[in-house]
């Protein structure tokens, strides 16, 4: 049997031992070879696609970092990052309506704890695996420091497929998830959430099931209903969020949402309301997808056709072409709306969604403005093209981080007891927003990537992470 040993012993593969160029070598830091690194990422972590593509994109950041402070050399900080706290899978049995007996798999990635409990979404979706999870869980660890609050990473979910399943059902699968998931989260150890498949309905019934088992009314789920400890402003902060820091982009220029024409993908939680706030800044969303395919409505998502979609997704649970058949405009099977002309996208449906070439197209197309909904949905070469270009980019651990911050909020406003107005809420998250977009960018600037968005929200993300787990000793 051939063992790597690079599995047992990295380091000496991966640090060059060269002392940093960037201050002659003075001060130094060790560089990096961030291909040997993912190489021991790559052979622990196997065929975990999405997992690789996030941690490769944090590595290469946060190498001007490295560069200048030994010191996360010396604690091996990034070795240590990139290795969960805890990973918990488990066995989720539940009866169909039919009586027929089905298994999903459960997944929760406590991933770092160093400044607050875990704190992320739980997904539910049929092409959860444990690399779509660890991705999710890795990207959070660094959106939660950059919200400037207390939380830590953590990810969770399931390959169950909530589509056509009825309401019984999916209580009857969620309290089977929750009877394990309980035992391992607390409002002081990991709070989850929604993200694809997990909306109100979902977290309702968890939370039922939890306080069932616990006994005890807990603030260890965010997104709940209003009515019992939920956060008004927490549906629409996501996609909120990420038109806030489309704005704050725009603002770089001089530019507002003003007469701009925006693509939109997806038509879920984050779509909806990101295209409530561009419709109220003055923008026109002209398109809306779901997985069969995508919309265009040139005369902008606006007034009755926007509450349409509400209750077509919400309640109904219908798909994205029945727009097209109520109001008359075109519907593109298959397809996904990025080769529609706009000035803004806002891509906010899933994990690589917007290709090289659709990247190209975009810009080709006079796009200029790009803000992540969705977490990861560009490639990494789509990526590097935005950010050679001069794109406005939105990198979605600081875009969309609104979403996580608001529940933040809500469990600060259940820890005291007393709920917030929503124009309170809005606008704390209005205001954290901004502050990500900038801290974001003078991390870029400090680092020597001004304008990189990219660069500086890893950069600032990680450094407060970092600091921290130093603080705390080796754990
Ligand atoms: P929803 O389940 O409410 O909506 C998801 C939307 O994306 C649906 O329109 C869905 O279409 C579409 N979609 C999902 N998977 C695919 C796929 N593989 N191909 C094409 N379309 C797809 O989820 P959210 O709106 O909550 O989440 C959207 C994105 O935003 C995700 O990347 C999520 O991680 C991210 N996010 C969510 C936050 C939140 O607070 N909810 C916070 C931060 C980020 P269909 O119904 O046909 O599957
Ligand atoms: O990806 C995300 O940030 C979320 N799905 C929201 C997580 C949360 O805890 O609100």
Same mark, same amino acid.
């Given at each position: 049997i051939q063992v790597k040993w690079s599995l047992f012993s990295p380091w000496p593969l991966f640090r060059s031992g060269a002392r940093s160029e960037a201050d002659g070598g003075k001060k130094g830091g060790i560089q990096m070879d961030v291909d040997k690194f993912m190489d021991w990422v790559m052979t622990k972590n196997p065929g975990e696609k999405e997992f690789h593509?996030?941690?490769? $994109?944090?590595?290469?950041?946060?190498? @001007?970092?490295?560069?200048k402070n030994p010191q996360y050399e010396k604690f091996k900080i990034l070795e240590r990052m990139v290795e969960p706290e805890r990973q918990i899978m488990f066995r989720v049995p539940w009866m169909d309506d039919n009586g027929d007996i089905q298994v999903n798999r459960g997944f929760r990635i406590e991933f770092n704890s160093a400044i607050g409990p875990y704190k992320g979404g739980l997904r539910f979706h049929p092409s959860v695996y444990i690399g779509i999870i660890k991705f999710l869980g890795f990207e959070q660890i660094f959106k939660n420091s950059l919200t400037g609050l207390p939380i830590g990473g953590g990810k969770g979910g399931s390959d169950f497929d909530p589509k056509g399943k009825s309401d019984n059902e999916v209580m009857r699968f969620t309290q089977s998830f929750m009877s $394990?998931?309980?035992?391992?989260?607390? @409002?002081?150890?990991?709070?989850?959430?929604?993200?694809?498949?997990v909306g109100g309905r979902e977290i309702g019934f968890m939370f039922g099931q939890y306080k069932k088992l616990k006994n005890s009314y807990d603030s260890v789920l965010t997104g709940k209903g209003i009515n019992w400890g939920g956060s008004l402003v927490r549906p629409e902060a996501t996609g909120y969020?990420?038109?806030?820091?489309?704005?704050?982009?725009?603002?770089?220029?001089?530019?507002?949402?003003?007469?701009?024409?925006?693509?939109?993908?997806?038509?879920?939680?984050?779509a909806q309301y990101a295209v409530?706030?561009?419709?109220?800044?003055?923008?026109?969303?002209?398109?809306?997808?779901?997985?069969?395919?995508?919309?265009?409505?040139?005369d902008g998502i606006t007034g009755e056709k926007w509450e349409f979609v509400m209750d077509l997704k919400n309640n109904r649970r219908g798909r994205i072409s029945e727009y097209a058949e109520k109001f008359g405009c075109e519907y593109f099977p298959g397809e996904r709306p990025w080769g529609v002309k706009c000035d803004v996208a806002l891509p906010c449906a899933t994990q690589n969604e917007i290709s090289l070439e659709e990247a190209k197209t975009l810009v080709a197309n006079g796009c200029f403005a790009v803000s992540e909904g969705a977490n990861m949905p560009?490639?990494?070469a789509g990526v590097d093209y935005f950010v050679e270009k001069k794109i406005l980019f939105g990198p979605a651990k600081a875009a969309n981080a609104g979403g996580v911050a608001t529940s933040a909020l809500e469990m600060a406003q259940n820890h005291v007891g007393i709920p917030w107005s929503f124009e309170k809420v809005d606008e704390e998250l209005h205001q954290i927003m901004i502050n990500i977009h900038k801290n974001s960018w003078d991390a870029a600037k400090k680092y020597g990537h001004e304008g990189n968005l990219v660069v500086g929200a890893n950069i600032a993300g990680f450094l407060k992470v970092a600091d921290s787990m130093i603080d705390q000793g080796l754990v």
């Open positions: 593509q996030a941690v490769r $994109e944090v590595a290469e950041s946060v190498q @001007p970092v490295l560069a $394990e998931l309980f035992r391992h989260i607390g @409002p002081n150890t990991d709070v989850p959430a929604g993200d694809i498949g969020g990420a038109v806030y820091f489309a704005d704050e982009m725009l603002k770089t220029r001089g530019d507002s949402f003003e007469g701009k024409t925006v693509v939109v993908s997806g038509s879920g939680n984050v409530q706030k561009v419709n109220q800044l003055g923008g026109k969303c002209v398109t809306l997808s779901d997985s069969g395919g995508y919309i265009y409505d040139p560009t490639v990494p």
